[in-house]
Nanobody, 125 residues
Framework: QVQLVQSGGGLVQPGDSLRLSCATA????????IHWFRQGPGKEREFLAG????????YYEDSVNGRFIISRDNGANTVYLQLASLKPEDTAVYYC??????????????????WGQGTQVTVSS
């Protein structure tokens, strides 16, 4: 069974940057499409970005507005989400999710094979 382990969250000030990591164990990382979501207090889980299993396609929600970048390093079995120009409204728990093969654009939540444990990002002065 594939497992996802997340890291990289923390407390930052507005305008700062963070890089979130999603590492895989128990499966062939290169065979999975990886997506990033977030869920703020009292809000539904929101899709942010995805990268296809082959690494040739990426997809971003318009609301990201160019501030986030998704990438993958198959040698490290890791997908990253680079966050820039962070705002207080970016405060949320960030999750990664994996689907065997799959695509870069968002899927129904039940389609994903595994989820990371989540990592807190807090943007506050």
């Amino acid at each position: 069974q594939v497992q996802l382990v997340q890291s990289g969250g923390g407390l930052v000030q507005p305008g700062d940057s963070l890089r979130l990591s999603c590492a895989t164990a128990g499966g062939s990382f290169s065979s999975y499409s990886i997506h990033w979501f977030r869920q703020g207090p009292g809000k539904e889980r929101e899709f942010l970005a995805g990268i296809a299993y082959g690494g040739t396609g990426t997809y971003y929600e318009d609301s990201v507005n160019g501030r986030f970048i998704i990438s993958r390093d198959n040698g490290a079995n890791t997908v990253y989400l680079q966050l820039a120009s962070l705002k207080p409204e970016d405060t949320a728990v960030y999750y990664c999710a994996a689907e065997k093969w799959g695509v870069e654009y968002p899927r129904a939540l039940e389609r994903y094979d595994a989820w990371g444990q989540g990592t807190q990002v807090t943007v506050s002065s």
